[in-house]
DNA sequence: CGTCGGGTTGAGGATCATCAAGTGATGTGG
DNA sequence: CCACATCACTTGATGATCCTCAACCCGACG
């Protein structure tokens, strides 16, 4: 009963799981949440790079990752690519492919991951059938559909200072929402994808960066990202002026 | 059984409504399909302007337009309105609550319009027990998706012109998959929300629709548009040159 | 006929994309 | 261990695009 290979699979079991109540199991427990423990696939390691699936391929199932990010990328006939969503551990990846039983865009892992896999056919079954799962599944899709829409509130923005800092601060968001500090985190991605995902240019995004760490607002080296003054990232974030209102600074007047 | 009022009602049922492949009901019959008529509220006809929800409000139900169309949008905390998405016949308005249980925009007719109003809690009930019909809900909550990610791909473009002749483009093929003609409709809402639904400013649409008439593309009175060159349409919309390759036209020459 | 809302058109200037060069970290091979 | 290549990012200069402000047009409607 407690041999090694039964600890092993407790240990990575959704019970055990500290995403569970963000993840599909969120309020199930019992022999329910084993019946959707068994179908559950943990799959090795994905490395940086790798993809879930591509564009084209049938809904195969649905995948959560346990740890590190994707990002979803749509490629346009020109070849260059853009960015739909980044998700994060808990955030259920692949419901592109819901409408037309087959996917519009590739998952690509941002760095080393670790995912669950979820045949889709065996979750609609099983949540016929266990009512707490029908409705986790219609909830964890609505979290989907609002960070789509908050992608869009994003994207919809005219100044690129009020897109960048909408999207630091949501990511924040993000991460206190699996147990990570919001306030001092690591992007997973590159300059270039967030550009890709906030209509931008690349350079645009750096310089944003830089601007924002001159106004004291954040710390940034590389990836690493400290939120500073959250209030005023926040005002900035929903169309405040761009000026800081205390911290007056000189820009490079002539 | 054959009452006037029995076939008023047969006359608005699931079973006789010409959306009914592109609705809920597709791929559902007999008894089953019974089942979800007798949940479906038709409501009274609702007038421009109207409201089916309110940010805030939870959710109860979801709707769709028999005829008529929709705007969603959200209002950012200074006041001015973000349009989400354009809701045509046969497509599911109020999915947005899906993640939070409280809708997180607000849904306002574009003209005078009829809804079914389907309440939440007893539809997720019939989808437990009639499999066809949770496969559909989440086909028809996966074309949301879809059409979002659309969005998307809009608001990503750098030229304005080139959302543009892709909201027409996309338009035109919603229109065509609820029997409408795809080249020759009228656009349901104003200048100001195609505006704020791709993220320009007003006179910059108004432009983008004259540029595209002089240029031999559409045919363009008011709100009433009609596609003259599809193919240059597609091609201006996946980011072509602006001008005009090979039918030379001389611009504006009296 | 006057007004009003929606739409069009024009002029000017700010923002951001583009091109281009430079920096800094990381890794690789001699 | 150091040159060297590579990659991700930063910074600078310039010009096109599109937002803003403003006037104007037009059809609807009282």
Redesign the pocket.
């Known amino acids: 009963m407690n041999s090694p290979l039964d600890l092993a699979h407790l240990r990575r079991s959704c019970s055990q799981c500290s995403l569970q109540q963000l993840c599909l199991p969120a309020g199930i427990s019992g022999p329910e949440l084993d019946r959707l423990d068994e179908i559950v696939r943990r799959r090795r390691p994905i490395a940086r790079g790798e993809r879930l699936f591509r564009i084209g391929d049938s809904l195969e199932a649905v995948y959560v990752a346990r740890d590190g990010a994707f990002k979803t990328v749509t490629l346009s006939e020109d070849g260059d690519e853009q960015v739909l969503g980044f998700h994060l551990p808990g955030e259920l990846i692949g419901l592109d492919a819901l409408g037309g039983g087959a996917h519009r865009c590739e998952a690509v892992a941002l760095g080393d991951a670790n995912v669950c896999e979820v045949p889709f056919s065996q979750l609609t079954d099983v949540a016929a059938q266990v009512p707490g799962l029908q409705q986790q599944l219609l909830r964890v899709i609505g979290h989907s559909l609002n960070r789509d829409h908050d992608h869009m509130g994003m994207l919809v923005r005219?100044?690129?200072?009020e897109r960048i800092a909408l999207f630091l601060h949501g990511l924040g968001e993000r991460f206190r929402q699996i147990g990570q500090s919001s306030t001092q985190f690591k992007?997973p991605m590159?300059?270039?994808d967030v550009a890709r995902y906030l209509?931008?240019?690349?350079?645009?995004?750096?310089?944003g960066?830089?601007r924002l760490q001159e106004d004291g607002v954040i710390d940034?080296h590389?990836?690493r990202v400290e939120i500073v003054d959250i209030e005023e990232l926040t005002r900035l974030a929903h169309g405040g002026e761009?000026e800081a209102p205390r911290t007056r600074r000189a820009r490079s007047t002539p």
Chains 1, 2 share one sequence.
């Open positions: 005219r100044q690129a200072n992007l590159s300059r270039e209509g931008l240019a690349l350079e645009t995004v750096s310089r960066f830089t940034v590389g990836r761009d």
